[in-house]
């Protein structure tokens, strides 16, 4: 039942879970596009937001060790190897698609593609810091 799921302990940071929950929700914004426009694009963007969702669980289990120990360290490790190869994968599939565009000059195509990653690297930098800070086990809560 569902209050048989309790937040294990309440010592999750909010500003943590709110920098969590935002990467998920830039990652929806970004793929706002092809989630409306359906067939394949709404797929790829399925399973972006997907690797975004991998990521983010691990980055909670290091604020909460709680979580960490309902997930268990084979599922934890499993889901930051999905969300940092779907995280990269998705930056260079972008970074293709936008130097391929015609429309640009290929010096502009190149910055916009170099923005685009660092518009995704750079928010999940941290992410990807506190979830591999909880695959060894090193936590902000006891």
């Known amino acids: 039942m569902l209050t048989d799921f309790a937040w294990p302990d309440m010592d999750t940071p909010a500003g943590a879970v709110l920098y969590i929950a935002g990467t998920v929700c830039l990652?929806?914004?970004?793929?706002?596009?092809?989630?409306?426009?359906g067939g394949q694009g709404a797929a790829i963007a399925t399973v972006?937001?997907?690797s975004s969702v991998s990521l983010a669980i691990p980055a909670l289990a290091y604020w909460n060790a709680g979580i960490a120990l309902r997930v268990g360290d084979g599922l934890l490790r499993l889901l930051f190897a999905a969300g940092v190869l779907g995280m990269l994968g998705f930056v260079v599939h972008d970074a293709l698609k936008v130097t391929r565009n015609p429309r640009l000059p290929l010096r502009q195509r190149r910055i916009v593609a170099a923005i685009g990653a660092a518009a995704v690297l750079l928010p999940s930098a941290l992410e990807v810091w506190w979830a591999g800070s909880a695959l060894v086990h090193l936590h902000a809560s006891p």
């Open 27 to 37: 990652t929806v914004w970004m793929r706002r596009a092809e989630l409306r426009q």
């Open 48 to 50: 972006d937001l997907l």
